[in-house]
């Protein structure tokens, strides 16, 4: 099992900015996929940004231009700069790994990022 570890959350106001990492616990990112989820309240989780192996990246429109992923295959590890940050945008957000042709697939524990004044 591929533990993942995210960090970063947290309370901030409308317009400021928040890092979200989210570290692995063995080195897999190189091949995995990697990818940001949330999920607010009576609502389905959605994908956020994702990230393939081949270092494109795939946005939400809800965020293109204030969201930026990243990864950091020596780390093991995955971000999210999110810039600009509205109230729509408070969920608890998830890291998630996969791959597909393993049919592997871990998610991080959630972390809840709140914006408001």
């Known amino acids: 099992q591929v533990q993942l570890v995210e960090s970063g959350g947290g309370l901030v106001q409308p317009g400021g900015s928040l890092r979200r990492s989210c570290a692995a616990a063995?080195?897999?990112?190189?091949?995995?996929?990697m990818g940001w989820y949330r999920q607010a309240p009576g609502k389905q989780r959605e994908l956020v940004a994702v990230i393939p192996s081949g270092g494109s990246t795939t946005y939400a429109d809800s965020v293109k231009g204030r969201f930026t992923i990243s990864r950091d295959n020596a780390k093991n590890t995955v971000y999210l700069q999110m810039n600009s940050l509205k109230p729509e945008d408070t969920a608890v957000y998830y890291c998630?790994?996969?791959?597909?042709?393993?049919?592997?697939?871990?998610w991080g524990q959630g972390t809840q990022v709140t914006v408001s004044s």
């Open positions: 998630r790994a996969y791959w597909i042709v393993a049919g592997d697939d871990y």
């Open positions: 063995r080195s897999i990112f190189t091949i995995y996929t």
